[in-house]
Structure formats: structure tokens, C-alpha cells
Antibody, heavy 121, light 108 residues
Framework: EVQLLESGGGLVQPGGSLRLSCAAS????????MNWVRQAPGRGLEWVSA????????YYADSVKGRFTVSRDNSNNTLYLQMNSLRADDTAVYYC??????????????WGQGTLVTVSS | SYELTQPPSVSVSPGQTARITCSGD??????TYWYQQKPGRAPVLVIY???ERPSGIPERFSGSSSGTTVTLTISGVQAEDEADYYC???????????FGGGTKLTVL
């Protein structure tokens, strides 16, 4: 059974940093690209970042580029999101999601339960 | 930046057919995917590659595509289908993933 378990969320002050983790199990982690998607309270889904299977390629939404860094440890089946220079509008539930690729698209077949990040003074 | 447009809300009575649309200029060149999200829960994939249904998703869920608009159809809507529905695709480069703004389906 595929499981994705996020951790590391919490309350942080504006300008602060936080590192999220996503522990994966039930599939061969190193064979799949992984993504982070967030959802602000009462709002829709927003794609945040993606990382290729071997970590060689990383991609970011414009809203987080230069502040967030995605990485992975394939030996420990874990995905990370380092978030720096946090702002109030980064407040959201952050989901990790397993990616499947199609010839004309990418999508997410499994999602974690999410971890809440609150940026407030 | 690239956007996908969905109606904010759709309402139907039980047993009727709900249709939720998603529009975007790049949709003729990229597949669209649909997710169902219930309050406090993670999204669940209900349609992939425009019209394919994952295992475990009821047959009443279907998808179709025509030009720059894709449609999620739920036939014989049940109370348990009340949820937010999001379409998802990619920009023309395929690099960035894009979600629609979401549609709240209300079962009257």
C-alpha cells in the first residue's frame, strides 16, 4: 500500500525557515518524480515544486522560486522541502504527491495527508 | 501565467447529471486530470488522461475533451459526491503543473 506521510509543519514567524519532510513507502521511491502541492485555508490547490527521480531536475512555481528548495534522499525514501524567507501568504497545508508522467502531461496518483504551515507573528 | 478556468459552483439534485467544465488554451496539447477533494481530506484522482478512470472510481465518473474545454461528468449523482473538484494540466512546455480554481459540487 502506497503511503506518503508529511511532517515538519508548524507556526513560524515571517522571514523564518521551515523544512518539511515526506516519508514514502509501498512503492519504489527512486523510480518516481515527486511534487509538493499546497492549499491555503479556504482556497484551491497550488502546485509548488517538483523533483525528478534522481534529483537531477527541480522545478518551482514562480511564487516560491528562490525561497524554496526541494530535495530527496532515495536511500531513505524521503522527500524534503526547505522553505526560507517565509511570508504570510505561504500559510497553507502542504501535500507531497507521487507523480505519474504521460506523453502529454503529469499527474498525481497518490497524495499524503498534508502538513499545516502557518506563517504569523 | 497559464490558467485553467472552472465554474465556482455547480448544484444538482440526487440522481441527476453534473457537468463541470475546465477551460484553458493549452488543453488541446496537454492531458487534463480531475481530482475530488472532500473537507479536511487530501485530493483523490478521479479521471486521468482526459477520460480514463482509475481503478476504484465509480463508473458514474467520466471525462471528455473538446478543443480548449474539458468536462467532468458525474451521472446519477449521489450525496457522497458532494465535494470540491479540481482540474489539472500543464503549461505548453509541460514544466509547470497548473490547477483550476476548483468547483464546489453541491447535491441538493
Amino acid at each position: 500500500e502506497v503511503q506518503l506521510l508529511e511532517s515538519g509543519g508548524g507556526l513560524v514567524q515571517p522571514g523564518g525557515s521551515l523544512r518539511l519532510s515526506c516519508a514514502a513507502s509501498g512503492f519504489t521511491f527512486s523510480n518516481y518524480a515527486m511534487n509538493w502541492v499546497r492549499q491555503a485555508p479556504g482556497r484551491g490547490l497550488e502546485w509548488v515544486s517538483a523533483i525528478r527521480r534522481n534529483g537531477g531536475g527541480t522545478y518551482y512555481a514562480d511564487s516560491v522560486k528562490g525561497r524554496f528548495t526541494v530535495s530527496r534522499d532515495n536511500s531513505n525514501n524521503t522527500l524534503y522541502l526547505q522553505m526560507n524567507s517565509l511570508r504570510a501568504d505561504d500559510t497553507a497545508v502542504y501535500y507531497c504527491a507521487k507523480e505519474l508522467a504521460a506523453p502529454r502531461g503529469r499527474y498525481f496518483d497518490y497524495w499524503g495527508q498534508g502538513t499545516l504551515v502557518t506563517v504569523s507573528s | 501565467s497559464y490558467e485553467l478556468t472552472q465554474p465556482p459552483s455547480v448544484s444538482v439534485s440526487p440522481g441527476q447529471t453534473a457537468r463541470i467544465t475546465c477551460s484553458g488554451d493549452a488543453l488541446p496539447n496537454q492531458y487534463t486530470y480531475w481530482y475530488q477533494q472532500k473537507p479536511g481530506r487530501a485530493p483523490v484522482l478521479v479521471i486521468y488522461k482526459d477520460s480514463e478512470r482509475p481503478s476504484g472510481i465509480p463508473e458514474r465518473f467520466s471525462g471528455s475533451s473538446s478543443g480548449t474545454t474539458v468536462t467532468l461528468t458525474i451521472s446519477g449523482v449521489q450525496a457522497e459526491d458532494e465535494a470540491d473538484y479540481y482540474c489539472q494540466s500543464a503549461d505548453s512546455s509541460g514544466t509547470s503543473v497548473v490547477f483550476g480554481g476548483g468547483t464546489k459540487l453541491t447535491v441538493l
